[in-house]
């Protein structure tokens, strides 16, 4: 499994970044896919998910401004985030769980195969 991330930078409040994340090395298909944040020296937190089934869920404090999206046919996932603010500020990671293990975007942290993450800072 092979999950490379790109799209991070900086920006400043109020903007938007895309990420992307291509995946290779599996059935791209049959696998959930999420997005997690890591702030600096904290924790890592669920963003975005999406499942085979393309239903998505969202962390409370970004639902209405990221948008979580999948292209079968291009093995790739994208996270849109519009409206970003500081608190959005850390290392976003692409992550993939087997269907079997999904439960329904809700998956456990330590489960799935993740990507080296890439940056988001976001300037007041």
């Known amino acids: 499994v092979q999950l490379v991330e790109s799209g991070g930078g900086s920006v400043q409040a109020g903007g938007s970044l895309k990420l992307s994340c291509v995946a290779s090395?599996?059935?791209?298909?049959?696998?959930?896919m999420g997005w997690f944040r890591q702030p600096l020296g904290k924790g890592r937190v669920r963003t975005a998910a999406?499942?085979?089934?393309?239903?998505?869920i969202y962390a409370v404090s970004v639902k209405g401004r990221f948008t979580i999206s999948r292209d079968n046919a291009k093995n790739t996932l994208y996270l849109q985030m519009n409206s970003l603010n500081p608190e959005d500020t850390g290392t976003y990671y692409c992550v993939a769980v087997h269907r079997l293990r999904c439960n329904g975007g809700y998956w456990s942290a330590s489960f799935g195969d993740w990507g080296q993450g890439t940056r988001v800072t976001v300037s007041s």
């Open positions: 999406i499942t085979t089934d393309d239903a998505t």
């Open positions: 090395g599996f059935d791209y298909s049959t696998y959930c």
